[in-house]
T-cell receptor
């Protein structure tokens, strides 16, 4: 199993550009999450999904959009990039269904810089 | 809305000593899960310990244990016999019954030789 994979690893955007961060998991997990982590700070939940076709806002959803058309994929879309969106973005997933299945599995992260 | 608060941005502990990291949370739910994760400089997130809210017994994993006070909404992590490899950022996390998974701001732990 590859686990949770994210692409790209690094990206530099200009203000106003758009991009999609890709996230794929091959563990057949039901629940997927997008977080951002600013330098020296904690993880802020952007969006999450409890299954294909179902998404919900997290703590900081403004400026982002998501979709979940399959169990495996959970892309994050940035529209009209702003310097405040400079951060490291983590995708994560859990199987769900009980304590033993609630450990988050994280991707390696995408470092995004908006100039 | 649920919130997770870690009031200690940084803590230091002497090698082989014991340290306690604090976490408080706010929720109106009665059924939830709490976690402590460790993030070393590699940025990889590592699960340290988990606690089910319906269990009164505090979770223990080797040198790591928690003090879970449900009424006070407190969930502290105790690290015994601290080792140099314990140095990292530690995050408290909350998982709601609707699968909303949120993290605190973190505590940076330094271990002094």
């Amino acid at each position: 199993n590859a686990g949770v994979t994210q692409t790209p690893k690094f990206r530099i955007l200009k203000i106003g550009q758009s991009m999609t961060l890709q996230c794929t998991q091959d563990m057949n997990h039901n629940y997927m999450y997008w977080y951002r982590q600013d330098p020296g700070m904690g993880l802020k939940l952007i969006y999450y999904s409890v299954g294909a076709g179902i998404t919900d806002k997290g703590e900081v959803p403004n400026g982002y959009n998501v979709s979940r058309s399959t169990t495996e994929d959970f892309p994050l879309r940035l529209e009209l990039a702003a310097p405040s969106q400079t951060s490291v973005y983590f995708c994560a997933s859990i199987r769900g269904g009980g304590s033993a299945y609630n450990e988050q599995f994280f991707g390696p992260g995408t470092r995004l810089t908006v100039l | 809305a649920q919130t997770v608060t870690q009031s200690q941005p940084e803590m230091s502990v002497q090698e082989a000593e014991t340290v306690t990291l604090s976490c408080t949370y706010d929720t109106s739910e009665s059924d939830y899960y709490l976690f402590w994760y460790k993030q070393p400089p590699s940025r990889q997130m590592i699960l340290v310990i988990r606690q089910e809210a319906y269990k009164q017994q505090n979770a223990t994993e080797n040198r790591f244990s928690v003090n879970f006070q449900k009424a006070a909404k407190s969930f502290s992590l105790k690290i015994s016999d601290s080792q140099l490899g314990d140095a990292a950022m530690y995050f408290c996390a909350f998982l709601s019954g609707t699968y909303k998974y949120i993290f605190g701001t973190g505590t940076r732990l330094k271990v002094l030789a």
